[in-house]
T-cell receptor, first 115, second 112 residues
Framework: DTAVSQTPKYLVTQMGNDKSIKCEQN?????MYWYKQDSKKFLKIMFS???????INETVPNRFSPKSPDKAHLNLHINSLELGDSAVYFC??????????????FGPGTRLTVL | QKEVEQDPGPLSVPEGAIVSLNCTYS??????FMWYRQYSRKGPELLMY????GNKEDGRFTAQVDKSSKYISLFIRDSQPSDSATYLC????????????FGTGTRLTIIP
C-alpha cells in the first residue's frame, strides 16, 4: 500500500546513456513533482505537473524530460547522461485542494550513479 | 547565497537532550514553513508545518516561526535515538502545488 513508489531504486549507468525513472502515486493527488538531491543532501525541485500539465519547470538542462501519462504517474527521462547527473531523484505528490493537509508526500528515491 | 540557509552542521547530542534546529531565509513572500525528517536512504517525510508566524507543538516537537526575523526553528524535547535523521526545513509562498524551497539539512545523531 505504498503511497508514492519509484522504480528503479538504484540505477548505475555509463556516461552518454539514456535512462528513465518511473513514479506512481495511489493517493489520488493531482500534482506530482521531481526533486534532485545532491551528495550534500540539498533537495531542489526540478518539475511539477498538475493533471498532466507542466506547471513548474526550474532551470534544468533539456536533457531531462518529464512525462505524465496520467495524473497518477510522472516519469523522468534523461538523455546523454553526465557525471554531474549522479544524485538521488525523488518523486513527490500533493493535492491542490488548498487545505492545510496538502503537504507533499515523497517517494523512496532513485539513486542514480553515472560512471 | 542560497534562498534558505540551515544551521548548525552535523549535530550529535546525548539521549534526552533538547535539540534546536534553525533556518533563515531571504524571501519575505514565504508563508508556509515545514520541517521534514529524512532517514538514511529514505524519502523525506513531513514532521510539522506552520503557517505564518507563531508556535506549533506536536508531542516532543515544537516549531517556531518568526517572520519579522525570517527565522524558523524546530525544537525536539527528550530526544531519542530514533530521532537520529537528517532534518530539512522547507518553505513555500503558498500551499498545495507551490514549489518547496529546502534548506541544506542538518544531520542529527542522538547518542544512547
Amino acid at each position: 500500500d505504498t503511497a508514492v513508489s519509484q522504480t528503479p531504486k538504484y540505477l548505475v549507468t555509463q556516461m552518454g546513456n539514456d535512462k528513465s525513472i518511473k513514479c506512481e502515486q495511489n493517493l489520488g493527488h493531482d500534482t506530482m513533482y521531481w526533486y534532485k538531491q545532491d551528495s550534500k543532501k540539498f533537495l531542489k525541485i526540478m518539475f511539477s505537473y498538475n493533471n498532466k500539465e507542466l506547471i513548474i519547470n526550474e532551470t534544468v538542462p533539456n536533457r531531462f524530460s518529464p512525462k505524465s501519462p496520467d495524473k497518477a504517474h510522472l516519469n523522468l527521462h534523461i538523455n546523454s547522461l553526465e557525471l554531474g547527473d549522479s544524485a538521488v531523484y525523488f518523486c513527490a505528490s500533493s493535492s491542490l485542494a488548498g487545505t492545510s493537509t496538502d503537504t507533499q508526500y515523497f517517494g523512496p528515491g532513485t539513486r542514480l550513479t553515472v560512471l | 547565497q542560497k534562498e534558505v540557509e540551515q544551521d548548525p552542521g552535523p549535530l550529535s547530542v546525548p539521549e534526552g537532550a533538547i535539540v534546536s534546529l534553525n533556518c533563515t531565509y531571504s524571501n519575505s513572500a514565504f508563508q508556509y514553513f515545514m520541517w521534514y525528517r529524512q532517514y538514511s536512504r529514505k524519502g523525506p517525510e513531513l514532521l510539522m508545518y506552520t503557517y505564518s508566524s507563531g508556535n506549533k507543538e506536536d508531542g516532543r516537537f515544537t516549531a517556531q516561526v518568526d517572520k519579522s526575523s525570517k527565522y524558523i526553528s524546530l525544537f525536539i524535547r527528550d530526544s531519542q535515538p530514533s530521532d537520529s535523521a537528517t532534518y530539512l526545513c522547507a518553505m513555500s509562498e503558498g500551499f498545495g502545488n507551490e514549489k518547496l524551497t529546502f534548506g541544506t539539512g542538518t544531520r542529527l545523531t542522538i547518542i544512547p
